[in-house]
Structures are given as structure tokens and as C-alpha cells.
């Protein structure tokens, strides 16, 4: 069984935008993904990022745009699969890692296709089952669904954090853990 390795993981957040967000339970799907990514800050995990039309639905919320690391690459795009858009594939496999862990709005469009692209392109993908949202109850179901039985790995934010942290004793443990409590 795999799990996450920091030295070896990006964090992908796929389209967490104003009015995407605020057709959900904007609290929940923010707080997560905001803790993914400032543990991906403070563990120097790459953090790539990318935004649906956002001259329609808005740039990715500010409460998770605050915690990106310095120079994230944010993509805008059309596409549902991200790794369509020009030059996504290529950023990614810039910074030479194998374990992809996904997050984002909608679970079962764009998640899932890129999450399949990601697989065809040979990655380990990881699905942040407590961080993606759809609107429909039933279309997240089988947007997760289809992703296990496509091969991804499905995970938690509490899973992906305490993996990449690794120990107790790692120097961010106590700002990590207190993200979640």
C-alpha cells in the first residue's frame, strides 16, 4: 500500500471559485482546502492551481488564494480536464513528482477528468474525498466512484496531511495539527 511522500507530492486545487463555491457548503470545501494548501506551504510542497472561466465565476476564493506559496502557477481555463489547457501538463511534470493529490469543485467534471488525465499520464493520483464538492449529493458520489475505479487512491485532508507529515517530531506537526482541530 502507498502513501504519500512530501518530497515525492504537488497539490492540484482544481477551480475552488467564488460562485462555485457559494452554490455549496462554502464553509466546509473552503476551511479544507485552505488547510491543504498552507500545510503544502509549509511542508514546500508545489502547489498548482487552476480557475474555470474566472471572468464568469470569479477567481479562486481569497480565504485559499491567501495561502498559496510564493509564484503558484494559476491557470485559467475552459476545459474540464485542466491538462488540456496549454501548458498545465508541462508545469506539472516540471516539478519531476509521481504523487498528485487533487482537491477542488466540481468532483464529478472537472476532478474527474483531470484526475483520469492524470492517470493516463502515469501519476499516483490522490482524491481529497473531504475536500472536493459538486452540487448534487448523488453526482459526488459518482464522481468518487468512478475515480476509485479508475485507479485513483481516495483520501481525506486528515489522511494527506499526517502522511506528508510523517512524525510528531516533524518541526510543523503543531501547526499542522491545529489546523484540524
Given amino acids: 500500500m502507498n502513501v504519500l511522500n512530501p518530497e515525492n507530492s504537488?497539490?492540484?486545487?482544481?477551480?475552488?471559485?467564488?460562485?462555485?463555491?457559494?452554490?455549496?457548503?462554502?464553509?466546509?470545501?473552503?476551511k479544507r482546502v485552505s488547510n491543504l494548501v498552507k500545510s503544502a506551504r509549509l511542508?514546500?510542497?508545489?502547489?498548482?492551481?487552476?480557475?474555470?472561466?474566472?471572468k464568469g465565476l470569479g477567481a479562486t476564493v481569497q480565504e485559499?488564494?491567501?495561502?498559496?506559496?510564493?509564484?503558484?502557477?494559476?491557470?485559467?481555463?475552459?476545459?474540464?480536464?485542466?491538462?488540456?489547457?496549454?501548458?498545465?501538463?508541462?508545469?506539472?511534470?516540471?516539478?519531476?513528482k509521481k504523487q498528485i493529490v487533487i482537491c477542488g469543485i466540481e468532483t464529478h467534471i472537472c476532478v474527474h477528468q483531470t484526475a483520469a488525465a492524470l492517470l493516463r499520464e502515469g501519476f499516483e493520483v490522490y482524491v481529497v474525498k473531504d475536500a472536493c464538492a459538486s452540487r448534487s449529493?448523488?453526482?459526488?458520489?459518482?464522481?468518487?466512484?468512478?475515480?476509485?475505479?479508475?485507479?485513483?487512491?481516495?483520501?481525506?485532508?486528515?489522511?494527506?496531511?499526517?502522511e506528508w507529515l510523517r512524525t510528531a517530531k516533524n518541526p510543523h506537526f503543531k501547526e499542522i495539527q491545529a489546523l484540524i482541530k
Avoid: H, R
Fill in 43 to 54: 511542508l514546500e510542497i508545489p502547489v498548482v492551481v487552476t480557475e474555470q472561466y474566472p
Fill in 10 to 30: 504537488l497539490l492540484l486545487v482544481i477551480d475552488v471559485q467564488e460562485k462555485l463555491v457559494n452554490a455549496l457548503d462554502k464553509n466546509i470545501i473552503v
Fill in 64 to 96: 485559499v488564494s491567501s495561502e498559496f506559496p510564493e509564484c503558484t502557477p494559476v491557470f485559467e481555463k475552459t476545459s474540464f480536464n485542466a491538462l488540456d489547457e496549454e501548458g498545465v501538463l508541462e508545469k506539472i511534470k516540471s516539478y519531476n
Fill in 137 to 162: 449529493k448523488y453526482e459526488f458520489k459518482q464522481g468518487i466512484e468512478l475515480m476509485a475505479a479508475n485507479n485513483a487512491k481516495i483520501s481525506c485532508v486528515e489522511i494527506v496531511l499526517f
